[in-house]
């Protein structure tokens, strides 16, 4: 008997783990990307996701189940596919673009019997409103009857070594009970355990109330602490003392904003669904991203100040920025605060240097200088700002060198750091 074949639309931060995952539990893998110089490193054996080791994605070439390919065709006969393609922002609005694209592209090779899952980040309503009609008018067949739909959100968490994708529970849905039943069998051959949900539209919610849970929060935090420096309290040592509380407390810590994908954009398409729909605001998200982005203007305000105090002024500055990912042990830039503040500092006249292992070069900002983290960079600069807190930094070799260091994340000691 064949192996089930798997197609993933999108093959990066989500579609790629998913795919490996899905080999590894004997499908056969088509891994679907319009990016053509991706799916030429993916066929040599090259990974551009930290938690999928060149080891790992070279096993799944060699065993003849994973072909990374540009063309639509080649999901002909598939059983199951999944799309994990990105839905940003644009001026505010949720850009479905990639998912219209998706479910046009694979709607002809739609078969009576197959399984079709989105796991993007969307409002609620998506799976079936918009992605429904785009496959059945493709395809001619209909959902549910002919093929299965159903949506699971995606939840992996860069650089995690603990939850990963096998370990983490799997939320999952369908349009009828049949399609329930054909999403939660395939997700049970991936991953410890699932949890399936009545609907598609709830399934599609709960992502948004996981990151709109952490926006608001962070950002709670964040105005605490801006509060906090004007008071002259240390809010770092509140927080600790708080979370010795056994119950009703959950710690978050301040920082230089919020990257990637599900902070800065994902509660947005809640906040635009209820305004579009209900004709009111969601005042919690959108104070929440108010405050979230305001913080990179905070942190370049502040490492300003510091200059000052130190009898040095931003202009003609040399600083030495540690960490551009929007998250620590990743090389992911999407929507990075850490870049926001080498713009700012940049736009008060200074020269800024930069120490990044995980980033590629293309992603680095224009003027950025990408140097190695030494005692003679950090001593030639006039300030260090650690923004990204990668566990690969010397933080005791910045505190023995540097003049003064402006800390967002609360990993350095001495008299001369300066925290958030």
Not at 134 to 162: C, K, M, Q, V, W
Not at 193 to 199: A, F, G, K
Not at 257 to 286: A, M, N
Not at 331 to 339: E, L, Q, Y
């Amino acid at each position: 008997m064949n192996a089930q074949k798997l197609v993933v639309i999108g093959q990066g931060y989500v579609g790629l783990p998913l795919a490996m995952r899905a080999v590894e539990a004997g499908l056969d893998v088509v891994g679907l990307d319009v990016d053509a110089d991706r799916v030429k490193r993916l066929a040599s054996g090259e990974s551009f996701v930290e938690d999928i080791p060149a080891d790992r994605l070279g096993r799944a070439l060699a065993s003849g189940r994973y072909r990374p390919s540009t063309e639509y065709p080649d999901a002909e006969g598939f059983d199951i596919c999944v799309i994990t393609v990105p839905t940003p922002l644009r001026d505010g609005v949720p850009d479905l673009s990639f998912v219209e694209q998706a479910g046009t592209a694979v709607g002809p090779y739609v078969r009576r019997g197959c399984t079709v899952v989105l796991e993007s980040t969307t409002y609620p309503g998506t799976t079936e409103d918009l992605l429904r009609p785009l496959l059945e008018a493709a395809s001619g067949l209909r959902s549910p009857g002919d093929f299965h739909l159903g949506y699971s959100p995606e939840r992996i968490d860069p650089g995690n070594p603990t939850w990963r994708l096998e370990n983490t529970p799997k939320v999952v849905s369908g349009v009828d009970a049949a399609s329930l039943a054909r999403v939660d069998g395939f997700y049970r051959r991936l991953v410890e355990r699932t949890v399936p949900v009545d609907s598609t539209r709830v399934a599609e919610l709960t992502k948004l109330i996981e990151n709109t849970f952490r926006q608001v929060n962070i950002a709670l935090i964040n105005e605490l602490a801006m509060a906090s420096h004007q008071l002259g309290i240390d809010a770092w040592q509140a927080i600790e003392a708080a979370s010795s509380k056994p119950f009703g407390f959950m710690p978050f810590r301040p920082g230089p904003g919020v990257g990637g994908h599900c902070l800065p954009i994902d509660p947005c398409y809640l906040s635009w669904q209820v305004k579009r729909t209900l004709g009111r605001p969601f005042r919690f998200i959108e104070l929440a991203d108010d405050i979230n982005h305001q913080m990179p203007e905070h942190v370049a305000q502040r490492v300003m100040a510091g200059l000052n105090r130190i009898g040095r002024p931003v202009n003609g500055a040399r600083l030495l920025l540690l960490g551009l990912a929007y998250k620590k042990n990743t090389g992911d830039m999407r929507d990075s605060p850490a870049v926001d503040v080498a713009r700012r500092l940049q736009a008060l006249g200074a020269d800024v240097h930069a120490v990044e292992p995980y980033a590629e070069p293309q992603h680095i900002p224009g003027g950025v200088v990408v140097v190695d983290l030494t005692a003679r960079e950090v001593a030639a600069a006039d300030a260090v700002v650690l923004v990204t807190d990668h566990d690969s930094f010397d933080y005791d070799l910045v505190t023995r060198h540097a003049r003064y260091v402006f800390d967002t994340r609360d990993r350095c000691r001495g008299a001369i750091v300066e925290r958030l």
